[in-house]
């Protein structure tokens, strides 16, 4: 993906990307046509955001840099609903 | 009524009671009786598997609560993955049955999971086979706990899991008898909880029994009787009615104060075991919680549980009591509760070791993580926090101190906390003997523990079993000594062990000065009544 846009933004979340937390954002992946893919810091491979396998797989904890690239239609969009997911503690609130 | 003759399969008692209706045979096919069908075939059968397996998980997400909906979510979303799902559908397209292919890619990720450094991520592999394990059960024709229980029903299987329990129809189903497990199980505190009739153990094999064949679930002398005798059946009936008068004469002191026949008021509690069972209850039947036991946190899915998870789960604790006090216990593990990763392999006698408070203590890391919980659930209700087998009085102020620092660390983090209540289970002899010497805010005696110390004989051990009594003269004694120093130090003294709920003991409790009990749900009405006869 040549001229796809890419985007990165720090896991604040108390537990890191978390089966919750994974499976939301499978879900707003999913939500959108264009191709996402996403790593995490210090790994080379991108996986897709679409699956739970792949995002669970990563195992991020709280700290870590998350990256986002997107090819398609609504690519600009869907990182910016990624990033925004990731920016809000996945709108959970640490109880 | 059959020409079978009477069969009876001896269990062991989990949770008592007695259930007269139809055996449900249930899941004891085995995958190996199945024939492996054509690609397309196999194909088409995980396809089915896989969307029953999504449709149970979305109705249990649909009641579960939050910590347990999450988990699941996880696990539906896993059945919609392709990543996950290809792989499968390759192995069955060169030629492998759905249940080993399904089974070959899910132990796979599990490994990946198992071999995370992350503890969170490695408890992962759990869900992994718990969700194999779903659909295995469905690809062997297992869906049938799904179809209503006729009315009657005694669930007979190989095995009963806690999620599977809670997912049945127990108006439908009237007791359960399951060949593995054990009485101290899971499945066991949550039908005792609940009053549900369960034997495990039992002693009988598939071609033993019969779907649909009449039977007897005997859970108070333990054993399952198949096509009773018409003798059999009216001996039992009478005995349904007796518990029938017994259980409605009981129910009418449940709402009320339980007084003695002196009008002297005895405080009543229940113990939680795992709060799932807490919704069952009304808490304006009790005084409060006299004892919530925390392993239910560290032993199941997901790990050693983070802050938050044990702040939520010690709030909604406090919430169900609705401004009743609720004591939490510290983390009780060693003994017969091993937690991998924290308790010690290999002690030669485990119940006079690294156990209870002083695990704690020994691993102050994990325990800050519990007293910042609870010093923040102190601010949301009534909260006292209990310590196990504590044995000397410096332990309990070194937990003071500790839990002091705790308190002020969240309060300059800017969290809201607050020091609870602190108190001590009695259960080690040296320290109910030496009682005065402890500065708590309350003590709760520990029965179980203290009569295997003071009779050297232990709870598990069968050979000896007659020793281990709860009257033994020195059990009571030591009762009484604290009880009494309860009394002239104007501080509360309860008992939470068994021999609360079991009416052989009571009156001996009472008699030696306790005004305090804390026992299982089901056994408030009984206990309660047992209480008002007495005097």
């Known amino acids: ?95 | 009524m059959s020409t079978r003759p009477e069969r009876a399969f001896p269990a062991q008692v989990a949770s008592e009671g007695l259930a007269i209706g139809r055996i449900a045979l249930r899941r004891m096919r085995s995958l190996a009786a199945i024939a492996k069908g054509t690609a397309e075939e196999e194909g088409a059968r995980l396809e089915a598997a896989r969307l029953a397996a999504a449709a149970q998980l979305e109705r249990l997400i649909d009641r579960a609560e939050e910590e347990a909906a999450a988990i699941l979510e996880f696990q539906s979303a896993l059945l919609g993955d392709d990543e996950l799902l290809g792989p499968v559908r390759r192995l069955i397209a060169e030629g492998e049955a759905a249940a080993a292919a399904w089974q070959r890619i899910l132990d796979q990720q599990a490994a990946d999971y198992q071999a995370a450094e992350d503890e969170y991520f490695r408890a992962r592999a759990l869900d992994l086979a718990d969700l194999r394990d779903r659909v295995v059960e469905l690809l062997a024709g297992g869906s049938e706990d799904e179809t209503a229980a006729e009315q009657g029903a005694i669930y007979v299987g190989v095995d009963l899991a806690p999620s599977r329990f809670l997912e049945l129809d127990w108006e439908s189903y009237r007791g359960g008898a399951v060949v593995r497990g054990s009485s101290a199980g899971h499945v066991a505190i949550l039908a005792r909880a609940r009053g549900i009739p369960l034997v495990v153990g039992l002693a009988a094999t598939e071609s033993m029994l019969i779907d649909g064949a009449e039977a007897i679930l005997d859970a108070e002398a333990g054993q399952l009787i198949q096509d009773p005798s018409a003798e059999t059946r009216a001996r039992y009936q009478r005995r349904a009615a007796e518990r029938e008068v017994e259980a409605r004469a009981q129910a009418a002191h449940l709402g009320k104060p339980a007084l003695t026949r002196a009008g002297e008021r005895v405080v009543t509690y229940v113990n939680v075991d795992d709060p799932r069972a807490l919704p069952a209850v009304d808490p304006a039947t009790c005084d409060g919680v006299g004892l919530t036991r925390t392993e239910f946190l560290f032993s199941g899915e997901g790990g050693l549980p983070g802050e938050g998870r044990q702040f939520a789960a010690y709030k909604a604790l406090l919430q169900w009591a609705q401004g009743r006090p609720v004591t939490i216990r510290t983390l009780d593990a060693g003994g017969d509760k091993p937690i991998a990763g924290l308790t010690l392999d290999g002690e030669s006698n485990p119940f006079l070791g690294l156990r209870g408070l002083r695990l704690s203590l020994a691993r102050p890391d994990v325990f800050r993580v519990q007293l910042r919980a609870l010093a923040r659930a102190a601010v949301e209700g009534d909260l006292k926090v209990m310590l196990p087998m504590v044995t000397r009085p410096q332990e309990l102020d070194a937990t003071r101190a500790l839990f002091r620092k705790a308190v002020s660390e969240l309060v300059a983090e800017g969290i809201p906390a607050a020091m609870p209540k602190l108190g001590m289970m009695v259960e080690v002899p040296a320290a109910a003997l030496n009682i005065a010497a402890f500065d708590a805010d309350f003590y709760s005696i520990g029965s179980n523990d203290l009569v295997q110390y003071v009779t050297a004989a232990g709870r598990d051990c069968e050979a000896v079993s007659d020793l281990y009594d709860p009257l033994e003269p020195g059990v009571l004694e030591l009762v009484h000594r604290v009880a009494e120093h309860g009394r002239l130090t104007g501080r509360e003294v309860s008992l939470c062990g068994d021999m609360a709920s079991d009416p052989r003991y009571l009156a001996a409790l009472l008699d030696a000065g306790l005004r305090a009990v804390s026992v299982a749900p089901a056994r408030l009405a009984r206990v309660k009544a047992q209480i008002a006869a007495y005097g």
């Open chain 1, 1 to 95: 993906m040549p001229d796809a846009s890419e985007r990165s933004i720090v896991i604040t979340h108390e537990v890191g990307l978390h089966a919750r937390p994974s499976v939301k954002l499978t879900k707003l992946a999913k939500s959108f046509d264009a191709e996402i893919r996403v790593r995490g810091e210090g790994a080379e491979d991108w996986v897709d955001a679409k699956s739970i396998v792949r995002v669970m797989g990563l195992k991020l904890r709280m700290g870590t840099t998350i990256f986002f690239k997107a090819d398609g239609p609504d690519a600009t969009q869907a990182l910016e609903a990624l990033v925004g997911l990731v920016e809000r503690d996945f709108d959970e609130h640490a109880a």
